[in-house]
């Protein structure tokens, strides 16, 4: 791919316990924002003559957790798939607007999108392992980057598997079915399938709405330790959830434009102890409390 | 619930019970869904779910005892031919008695080998390419698709003639060979592998091909590691149906050069071939006794073959199979 993408990514940074409102740290210190992973300006997203998503603009800061809410329909799932480029594979989507990644067009016609998702991982809402073994599932993204010799896959299936809260389960069982698993279990076998290329960046669309409250909050635990490696973005329903990992929240809602069409778009982005405490658009507080939709 | 019936609970009840009209109508509506609930239909629906079972089952039987019958018949009156030299000897017009299938049983090995070949290549790359790569909204796709599921419709002598115009003779001019069997053979069984490939593809759930995109794989990756993998037992349900349909043509296979005598052991690429349908075909309309026979034997040499080559294709298709 003619543009590279790397940019050397502040590992050595320890995330701080939270962000307050004013972007001080708990000490009342004012704290450099953390480098920007994504800005996005002005989205558009259109499947076919559906106008979905306009106008959507924020910034996705490194090693925070980003909780995308909002209504059913709203389009959340869509600008999530806009950070990696799945929305390719969406028959009739077109994006427009501007998704910077570290400063390069993520859109540019150089880009390799292959390249991107190999960066950008993705977990989806519905547990997907692929019919294979629990140790295939995790082996694929090694797999399909290249040859690699077996011990090192066996090192890195481990490490992804341990990264992923799973090891200590599934340790026994490596050569069964990775449907074998109890949804929970799937789940994190998702993650750590997805973690085990070490990506940068981890996109999550609603990964804990198909599981039991315990399974939830193992996989919530689960993001607040990947956030000290990862930039994570999710998307959730549930508003106790954004409001306990997130560092940041952005709340999405669907309106009607002046000719009755229903379409997506960004109403309020800020630091999260601020959108639940002190929401400042009136629609977000309403939906915070429950009065809405 | 029909208002008539409605009527009817009203009627049945002391007047004195009566509550409003609104309270009746909600416990007969309730009746009656309980009613669809917990206890069989009216007997109208019973006779009707009777009858339907009676017809199935009839339908079933039916094909049941005809397929045995045949199978039985053929054991009985061809048993006094099953014998060694049935598989082992050539044939001959002059002995019956020591004739046998064996130029016959090769020519329909090498043709259905050359079949199999050419349709798994063939068929699930032209699947692989209609459901995952082609671009729907294309005229030329879309006249393709339609296409393929019309040939599936074509008689098989259509087959038989433009193997004979275009394989054996012009374009091809492999002669009549083997290989000019197993071609025509293919090109008629096609439409079938690829309608069943496409079928077993689109059933992989969209899910396994988006985790695996996301997790940076090509689509050619996708397609190889994953998703023809998922599809296989399907796929090989479609070869085994395309073969099992392969075997028994003899009317294409008469039109390019199947013949009825061949004494010695055919080749796939040179000189004349025959097979067993054919030579059954042969041994049936000869006036004597014996090779009636013969030809009856020859029927189940023929399922014989197929069982085995279908066993081999189901033992492929479970292994495939193995639940995830
Ligand atoms: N593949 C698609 N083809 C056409 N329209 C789509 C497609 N996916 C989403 N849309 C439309 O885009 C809009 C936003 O959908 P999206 O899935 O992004 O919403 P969402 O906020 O994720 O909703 P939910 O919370 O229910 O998942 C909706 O109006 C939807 O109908
Ligand atoms: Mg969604």
Redesign the pocket.
């Known amino acids: 791919m003619a543009v590279d993408l790397t940019v050397t990514t502040a590992r050595g940074r320890t995330k701080p316990a939270s962000v307050t409102a004013d972007g001080s740290d708990a000490l009342g210190e004012p704290r450099p924002l953390p480098p920007t992973v994504f800005d996005v300006s002005d989205l558009f997203v259109t499947?076919?003559s559906?106008r979905?998503?306009r106008e959507v603009s924020l910034t996705v800061h490194e090693r925070e957790i980003t909780a995308l809410i909002?209504p059913?329909?709203?389009?959340?799932?869509?600008v999530l798939r806009c950070l990696n480029r799945m929305n390719d594979q969406?028959p009739?989507?077109r994006v427009t607007g501007k998704v910077a990644y570290y400063g390069e067009d993520l859109y540019a016609p150089q880009v390799d999108p292959i390249e991107v998702r190999r960066r950008i991982g993705m977990v989806f809402q519905k547990p997907n392992p692929f019919p294979k073994s629990i140790y295939e599932n995790v082996a694929y993204g090694l797999r399909v980057e290249g040859r690699r010799p077996k011990s090192e896959l066996d090192d890195r299936v481990e490490e992804a598997l341990t990264g992923a809260a799973l090891w200590d389960e599934v340790k026994d069982k490596l050569k069964e079915s990775g449907f074998a698993l109890s949804g929970g279990q799937q789940q994190r076998l998702c993650i750590a399938r997805a973690i085990a290329v070490r990506p940068e960046v981890l996109l999550m669309d609603?990964p804990c709405s198909a599981l039991d409250p315990i399974a939830t909050a193992k996989v919530e635990d689960l993001m607040l330790k990947l956030a000290d490696e990862f930039t994570i973005v999710i998307?959730t329903?549930n508003m106790q959830q954004a409001a306990r990992v997130s560092d940041r929240t952005a709340f999405?809602t669907a309106e009607n434009d002046s000719e009755g069409v229903?379409h997506?778009r960004l109403v309020e982005y800020d630091v999260t102890d601020k959108i639940f405490s002190n929401p400042a658009d009136r629609r977000t507080e309403d939906y915070i409390s429950g009065r809405f939709g | 619930m029909t208002t008539g019936e409605t009527q009817k609970i009203r009627e049945d009840r002391p007047r004195e019970r009566r509550t409003t009209e609104r309270t009746r109508l909600a416990v007969a509506g309730a009746r009656a869904a309980g009613q669809g609930l917990y206890t069989p239909r009216s007997a109208k629906h019973r006779v009707t779910n009777t009858l339907f079972s009676a017809v199935l089952f009839l339908g079933l039987g039916t094909a049941l005892v005809a397929l045995t019958a045949i199978i039985g018949w053929a054991l009985v009156e061809g048993w006094p031919r099953l014998d060694a030299n049935l598989f082992l000897a050539g044939p001959s017009t002059i002995n019956p008695e020591e004739a046998g299938f064996r130029t016959a049983i090769i020519g329909t090995v090498y043709v259905i080998g050359g079949v199999i070949a050419l349709i798994v290549p063939l068929g699930v790359g032209a699947a692989i390419y209609l459901e995952e790569f082609a671009d729907r909204e294309r005229w030329y796709n879309r006249f393709i698709e339609l296409n393929i599921q019309n040939l599936a419709g074509v008689p098989s002598i259509v087959f038989g003639i433009l193997g004979l115009a275009f394989i054996v003779r012009g374009l091809g001019n492999f002669g009549f060979v083997a290989a000019a069997g197993s071609m025509t053979l293919a090109l008629l069984v096609l439409p079938t592998v690829i309608l069943a490939s496409r079928e077993a593809i689109r059933a992989v759930p969209s899910s396994v091909r988006n985790g695996s995109l996301a997790l940076g794989a090509t689509l050619w990756q996708t397609v190889w590691r994953n998703v023809l993998p998922a599809a296989a037992p399907g796929i090989l349900t479609g070869v085994i149906l395309g073969v099992a349909r392969a075997i028994g043509e003899a009317a294409p296979l008469l039109l390019v050069g199947a013949v009825t005598f061949v004494v010695y052991d055919p080749s796939f690429f040179e000189g004349g071939y025959s097979v067993l349908p054919v030579q059954i075909y042969n041994y049936a309309k000869r006036p004597q006794e014996e090779f009636h026979v013969m030809a009856i034997a020859g029927v189940l040499v023929m399922l014989v073959v197929l069982m085995l080559i279908n066993s081999f294709a189901i033992w492929l298709r479970n292994r495939y199979e193995k639940k995830w």
Do not use: I, P
């Open positions: 499947y076919g559906h979905a998503v909002g059913s329909g709203c389009g959340k799932s869509t969406v009739g989507a609603e998307v329903h999405f229903r997506g």
